[in-house]
């Protein structure tokens, strides 16, 4: 089935620091991307999204590029805040349901 | 900005009670979702419910689960006979559409459930 797969966490970076957390993905079908984000205490957001191939999401600063050729969706940022300390989570969605990866936590140190 | 409701935020319950899970979705949103997360687990889905009818159920949702619109803006959970393993936070989300055009599912903040 499908599936989703993210790079373990958690992930330590400096304030300004470049940021990728890689997420690679299997589908039978043609799915939608997503990044949400879960910040301490409160629910999913999302973050962006990308609906084929070569789309490219962004919000915030962060972006993401929905690669076919390499099943992979890695959200990038070019530089970090504190403030973006979360949980970071990739998932698809071919029907109904959304399908998501293990999240990735985000901790920026000043 | 619309946003998805739920309460409780916290429900504390005794193992083979009934518990009643609330969401209210965005109001012009037609698709609506339940969602679990065990603490240090993935994300799961459980149900979809569109025009008054399950839309898709993952195997989780078994028969002590029961999903339910009781009136034009809430969204329940019910799981009848709660356990141990029932012990989650709970996610409930809702869309506009269904299909994979990129429709965005939003989320609630979530209810943690407590089963002792």
């Known amino acids: 089935g499908d599936s989703v797969t993210q790079m373990e966490g958690p992930v330590t970076l400096s304030e300004e620091a470049f940021l990728t957390i890689n997420c690679t993905y299997t589908a039978t079908g043609y799915p939608s991307l997503f990044w949400y984000v879960q910040y301490p205490g409160e629910g999913l957001q999302l973050l962006l999204k990308a609906t084929k191939a070569d789309d490219k999401g962004s919000n915030k600063g962060f972006e993401a590029t929905y690669r076919k050729e390499t099943t992979s969706f890695h959200l990038e940022k070019g530089s970090v805040q504190v403030s973006d300390s979360a949980v970071y989570f990739c998932a698809l969605k071919d029907d109904y349901q959304l399908i998501w990866g293990a999240g990735t936590k985000l901790i920026i140190k000043p | 900005e619309p946003e998805v409701t739920q309460t409780p935020s916290h429900q504390v319950t005794q193992m083979g009670q009934e518990v009643i899970l609330r969401c209210v979705p965005i109001s012009n949103h037609l698709y609506f979702y339940w969602y679990r997360q065990i603490l240090g687990q993935k994300v799961e889905f459980l149900v979809s419910?569109?025009?008054?009818?399950?839309?898709?159920k993952s195997e989780i949702f078994d028969d002590q689960f029961s999903v339910e619109r009781p009136d034009g803006s809430n969204f329940t959970l019910k799981i009848r006979s709660t356990k141990l393993e029932d012990s989650a936070m709970y996610f409930c989300?809702?869309?506009?559409?269904?299909?994979?055009?990129?429709?965005?599912?939003?989320f609630g903040p979530g209810t943690r459930l407590t089963v002792l």
């Open positions: 989300a809702s869309s506009e559409g269904s299909g994979r055009g990129g429709d965005t599912q939003y």
């Open positions: 419910f569109y025009n008054n009818e399950i839309s898709e």
